[in-house]
């Protein structure tokens, strides 16, 4: 296979640069995050390879997913071989594959672009938690949203455990960061979005309310917090999601999903627009 070059020494001081990009501080000074595991690199570099920097793969990885190395060498990007030792240096987690990349940054002035023709929107109100984000951007992604937006004091979107528990689905849809809530409401109301807000208080049923035909950004509330009492205002409508069992409350990302594929079913069902 055609590397770029090898890298095989676990104390060199490339594989220590690679390592400060396990902190927060190691990937704002070099503009790069790492994707670890072979489903997460196997799709950014089929669905962002102009991100991509470098992808690191053991011989026993490459072997084991060659339509990486394929995919990676169709798109002409630079492939490094590394050893086991190496590889358990840079990733406890990356099963011999991982990849740099030089994230796309959307922030508010690109957030009314990424929502033409948008019909379902994920809203993250100050969600900390990064293996709950990126269950939402994921559980976003499989139900067909068009655009997930974190507001300000949201945890930062590229830590790897977030790009981890995206499954890849971090590649695959516009992520629009740092937006005032306040601000991403009005631009979403332009767009003609419905704004339903998710909490155990609403007034109407996420299982029976015609509201979720309409097309719809849901706003997903804080982990210990829940929702604001500034989303419940800004919000069109606040809908719940019924506990049938003894369960006190779903987390943000399981109510998150339930209410997601909600809105895309009832799209599904809901009668073309004009006829």
């Known amino acids: 296979m055609p590397y770029s070059a090898a890298l ?5 001081d490339k594989v220590a640069s690679l390592r400060r990009l396990t902190t927060r501080q190691g990937r704002e000074r070099a503009g790069e995050f790492v994707v670890e595991g072979p489903q997460a690199v196997r799709e950014i570099v089929g669905h962002s390879w102009h991100d991509v920097k470098d992808v690191y793969l053991t ?15 169709g798109h002409g990007l630079h492939l490094h071989s590394t050893t086991p030792e190496v590889m358990e240096r840079l990733s406890g987690d990356a099963q011999g594959v991982l990849a740099v990349a030089r994230p796309t940054v959307l922030g508010p002035d690109d957030l009314a672009r990424t929502l033409a023709s948008a019909r379902l ?11 709950n984000l990126g269950t939402i951007i994921r559980a976003a992604d499989a139900a067909g949203a068009d655009v997930v937006v974190l507001t300000a004091g949201s945890v930062e979107l590229r830590s790897p455990k977030v790009v981890r ?3 890849g689905s971090l590649f695959h849809l516009p992520v629009v960061t740092g937006v005032e809530l306040g601000d991403a409401v009005a631009t979403l109301r332009s767009a003609g979005l419905t704004i339903l807000a998710a909490d155990g208080g609403g007034e109407h049923d996420v299982e029976t309310s015609p509201l979720l ?11 210990a917090q829940g ?11 606040v809908v719940s999601v019924p506990l049938r069992g ?15 594929y909600a809105s895309s079913r009832a799209h599904a069902g809901a009668a073309p627009t004009g006829s």
Do not use: H, K, Y
């Not at 309409?214 to 982990?223: N, V």
């Not at 929702?227 to 409508?237: C, E, K, P, V």
């Open 246 to 260: 003894r369960a006190e409350s779903l987390n943000v990302a399981m109510a998150a999903t339930v209410c997601l």
């Open 8 to 12: 095989a020494n676990p104390a060199s």
């Open 121 to 131: 929107v994920a809203v993250c109100e100050e969600v900390r938690d990064p293996g």
């Open 227 to 237: 929702l604001s009492g500034r989303a419940r205002d800004l919000a069109d409508a």
């Open 165 to 167: 528990s995206s499954a």
């Open 59 to 73: 011989d026993a990885a490459a072997q084991r997913w060659p339509e990486i190395v394929e995919v990676a060498l």
């Open 213 to 223: 035909e309409r097309p719809t950004a849901w706003i997903f509330g804080t982990e």
